[in-house]
């Protein structure tokens, strides 16, 4: 299974970016899916899932501000950040841990 993401970028305080994670190799609608972020001498730290069923749940320093949500046409999964902060700086990897696949990480950068 091969997972690609895009999306990132640098983004003033406020702003908002959509990342998107391509899946190959598998039909990513059987599975759950998350988002994950590591931050410059952090560990990597758990953001987002959504599950096969389309259930939610979010870190809670993210909820109301990051949306996840897939798209199985598209064999794709997304994130959408908004109301972004200089915390949420990090290295954002999409992960389907059925098969224990991630993602080369996209780079999002929050600052003025």
């Known amino acids: 299974v091969q997972l690609v993401e895009s999306g990132g970028g640098l983004v003033q305080p406020g702003g908002s970016l959509r990342l998107s994670c391509v899946a190959s190799g598998s039909d990513l609608s059987r599975y759950a899916m998350h988002w994950y972020r590591q931050a410059p001498g952090e560990q990597r730290e758990w953001v987002a899932v959504?599950?096969?069923?389309?259930?939610?749940t979010y870190l809670d320093s993210v909820k109301g501000r990051f949306t996840i949500s897939r798209d199985n046409t598209k064999n794709t999964v997304y994130l959408q950040m908004d109301n972004l902060k200089p915390e949420d700086t990090a290295v954002y990897y999409c992960?389907?841990?059925?098969?224990?696949?991630w993602g080369q990480g996209t780079q999002v950068t929050v600052s003025s």
């Open positions: 992960h389907m841990a059925a098969h224990d696949s």
């Open positions: 959504v599950t096969k069923g389309d259930t939610t």
